[in-house]
């Protein structure tokens, strides 16, 4: 027959009580960690395999709680190879996943071809991942939009040819989803504007023109508290320069003056606009944005500038940060 001391068991349980609280409290601590990281733009980014990223001219969509990068592979220079999808929940561990588009023997994606600056969104009546990319020749005359689709963000695209929106020219583009409406923005070079374009239901082609805008490259589109944000880049080749935002009530409507953004005289961070992404979380919507600095004498080497960009109201701003932190799970930024 078993006995003990009343005294000694309540001692003993308030023991195991405190004990696992604290294992508690480090488990708790130990995932807040875990779910934080720290980013450093500039830096060589490799993936969890260890190979460098080649996903520049990028953008990222989510889907779920993955986001997906997809980008040019710029390894062995300017003509076209790969286009490359990678994955991540946490903005900083990304896995490559597969080559979606790839060089082909001949046509728009042969040897010797431009396919620039990849984007996706997606279309939920058709239940499709719709690419647009500037499509050009290696002296970029022929200045053309290409369109591919996928049944899933990161599979196998197939690609539906090019053309010029409504006749014009289309260089540097980018794709913006107003709630099921697609739009189309890319620099005409012969009429010196960026042009926004509606797309069609389906967003295989486009339908309208909706605004013309002064001339920018390398466009991107958020809306943020009812406010339509658009960032472009001056023309300056390869090289960087202050690029510059505007912002609407609708897309359609006026649009304010372009200013900068970055700090003045730091060339954007050294760096061209390529993409606004938000990040959703359990206590914000933080903005990230991402820029690409490109380094013309070997491409494969060009950097990815990802910084958080400040809101308010319709003003946007960011600060060249070496390093900054962010957390997937609450949206928040630091």
């Given at each position: 027959?078993?006995?003990?001391?009343p005294a000694t068991?309540?001692?003993?349980?308030?023991?195991?009580?405190?004990?696992?609280?604290?294992?508690?409290?480090?488990?708790?601590?130990?995932?807040?960690?875990?779910?934080?990281?720290?980013?450093?733009?500039?830096?060589?980014?490799?993936?969890?395999?260890?190979?460098?990223?080649?996903?520049?001219?990028?953008?990222?969509?989510?889907?779920?709680?993955?986001?997906?990068?997809?980008?040019?592979?710029?390894?062995?220079?300017?003509?076209?190879?790969?286009?490359?999808?990678?994955?991540?929940?946490?903005?900083?561990?990304?896995?490559?996943?597969?080559?979606?588009?790839?060089?082909?023997?001949?046509?728009?994606?042969?040897?010797?071809?431009?396919?620039?600056?990849?984007?996706?969104?997606?279309?939920?009546?058709?239940?499709?991942?719709?690419?647009?990319?500037?499509?050009?020749?290696?002296?970029?005359?022929?200045?053309?939009?290409?369109?591919?689709?996928?049944?899933?963000?990161?599979?196998?695209?197939?690609?539906?040819?090019?053309?010029?929106?409504?006749?014009?020219?289309?260089?540097?583009?980018?794709?913006?989803?107003?709630?099921?409406?697609?739009?189309?923005?890319?620099?005409?070079?012969?009429?010196?504007?960026?042009?926004?374009?509606?797309?069609?239901?389906?967003?295989?082609?486009?339908?309208?023109?909706?605004?013309?805008?002064?001339?920018?490259?390398?466009?991107?589109?958020?809306?943020?508290?009812?406010?339509?944000?658009?960032?472009?880049?001056?023309?300056?080749?390869?090289?960087?320069?202050?690029?510059?935002?505007?912002?609407?009530?609708?897309?359609?409507?006026?649009?304010?003056?372009?200013?900068?953004?970055?700090?003045?005289?730091?060339?954007?961070?050294?760096?061209?606009?390529?993409?606004?992404?938000?990040?959703?979380?359990?206590?914000?919507?933080?903005?990230?944005?991402?820029?690409?600095?490109?380094?013309?004498?070997?491409?494969?080497?060009?950097?990815?500038?990802?910084?958080?960009?400040?809101?308010?109201?319709?003003?946007?701003?960011?600060?060249?940060?070496d390093s900054w932190?962010?957390d997937t799970s609450?949206?928040?930024?630091?």
């Amino acid at each position: 027959m078993r006995t003990h001391t009343p005294a000694t068991t309540g001692v003993t349980r308030l023991v195991a009580v405190l004990a696992a609280a604290l294992l508690g409290f480090f488990a708790m601590t130990q995932t807040a960690q875990a779910t934080t990281v720290t980013r450093y733009p500039g830096t060589v980014a490799y993936d969890t395999s260890g190979n460098v990223i080649q996903a520049h001219g990028e953008g990222l969509i989510k889907v779920g709680s993955t986001y997906y990068w997809l980008g040019e592979d710029k390894t062995n220079g300017s003509p076209f190879q790969n286009i490359k999808c990678y994955s991540s929940t946490d903005f900083k561990n990304w896995t490559f996943v597969r080559n979606v588009l790839t060089r082909q023997s001949s046509g728009d994606l042969g040897p010797n071809r431009i396919v620039e600056r990849p984007h996706v969104i997606y279309n939920a009546a058709t239940s499709t991942y719709v690419m647009y990319m500037h499509i050009d020749n290696s002296n970029y005359s022929e200045r053309k939009a290409g369109v591919a689709t996928s049944s899933s963000v990161c599979g196998a695209y197939t690609y539906r040819g090019s053309s010029k929106p409504l006749g014009h020219d289309s260089l540097d583009d980018n794709l913006f989803l107003d709630g099921s409406t697609g739009y189309f923005m890319s620099e005409d070079r012969t009429n010196k504007k960026l042009q926004i374009y509606k797309l069609s239901s389906d967003f295989l082609s486009v339908s309208s023109l909706v605004k013309t805008l002064d001339q920018y490259e390398a466009p991107a589109m958020a809306k943020i508290n009812g406010t339509y944000f658009v960032f472009g880049s001056h023309l300056t080749g390869w090289s960087t320069n202050d690029n510059q935002y505007a912002t609407a009530s609708s897309i359609s409507g006026t649009w304010s003056s372009f200013r900068s953004f970055a700090p003045s005289g730091t060339n954007t961070c050294n760096s061209q606009t390529t993409a606004i992404v938000p990040v959703s979380g359990s206590s914000t919507t933080s903005y990230i944005f991402l820029g690409d600095r490109w380094n013309s004498g070997n491409l494969a080497d060009s950097r990815y500038i990802w910084e958080p960009l400040t809101v308010s109201g319709t003003s946007a701003s960011l600060t060249c940060r070496d390093s900054w932190t962010i957390d997937t799970s609450t949206g928040v930024v630091g």
